[in-house]
């Protein structure tokens, strides 16, 4: 089945504690992106990739790191976990890095709580 | 920059009746829209989007989307309401020039279908 699989699910952790969310998804597709997704404010980008060893910012990528060493593999990495991290997070996958034809396919998301 | 407003928080509809969830856009030169949709506990599902083309698009689950240029919107629309509709409701636009790897989401609209 093709899809987009986000590990763990839910994750609370304390202030400072490095932290790793899983991203991989099985369509051979060149694009990746997380989001976090607030109340009152959607979806936001934090980081994308057009391919691999290709990333880039988004719009709210203070505090987080990315890697894509893998095409299908593109996990979010928090060094130094805070309060305001305290979010639900999505990973999503498209065919092309031309995301204004390519529809994405998301992951079932992370809450992640930061105490 | 490109935006995508969805001016209500909350819809609130009668099963059986038509809804209409509203999204305007601001995208520079030619805008290609999206909905996604949002169960509970799950990520966001591709519905439906516009290409330059045909102003009425059909997508899943029945949905529909009318794109009116000249007021700068593009409305989910479904003649006859089922309480699974129930959901949250993501429009996101993007344009095929520079920036074209990335999409802007509205904040969305939670959709209530009343028995």
């Known amino acids: 089945e093709a899809q987009v699989t986000q590990n763990p699910r839910y994750l609370i952790t304390v202030t400072g504690k490095k932290l790793t969310v899983t991203c991989s998804q099985n369509m051979n597709h060149e694009y990746m992106s997380w989001y976090r997704q607030d109340p009152g404010l959607g979806l936001r980008q934090i980081y994308y990739?057009?391919?691999?060893?290709?990333?880039d910012k988004g719009d709210v990528p203070e505090g987080y790191k990315v890697s894509r060493k893998e095409k299908r593999n593109f996990p979010l990495i928090l060094e130094s976990p805070s309060p305001n991290q305290t979010s639900l997070y999505f990973c999503a996958s498209s065919l092309s890095w031309q995301v204004y034809n390519s529809p994405l396919h998301f992951g079932n998301g992370t809450r992640l709580t930061v105490t | 920059a490109q935006s995508v407003a969805q001016p209500e928080d909350q819809v609130n509809v009668a099963e059986g009746n038509p809804l209409t969830v509203k999204c305007t856009y601001s995208?520079?030169?030619?805008?290609?829209l999206f909905w996604y949709v949002q169960y509970p506990n799950r990520g966001l599902q591709f519905l439906l989007k516009?290409?330059?083309?045909?102003?009425l698009v059909k997508g899943s689950y029945g949905f529909e989307a009318e794109f009116n240029k000249s007021q700068t919107s593009f409305h989910l629309k479904k003649p006859s309401a089922l309480v699974s509709d129930s959901a949250l409701y993501f429009c996101?636009?993007?344009?095929?020039?520079?920036?074209?790897?990335?999409?802007?989401f509205g904040k969305g609209t939670k959709l209530s279908v009343i028995p």
């Open positions: 995208v520079s030169g030619n805008p290609y």
């Open positions: 996101a636009g993007g344009h095929s020039g520079a920036g074209s790897y990335q999409l802007t």
């Open positions: 990739s057009m391919n691999v060893e290709v990333t």
């Open positions: 516009y290409i330059t083309g045909d102003n």
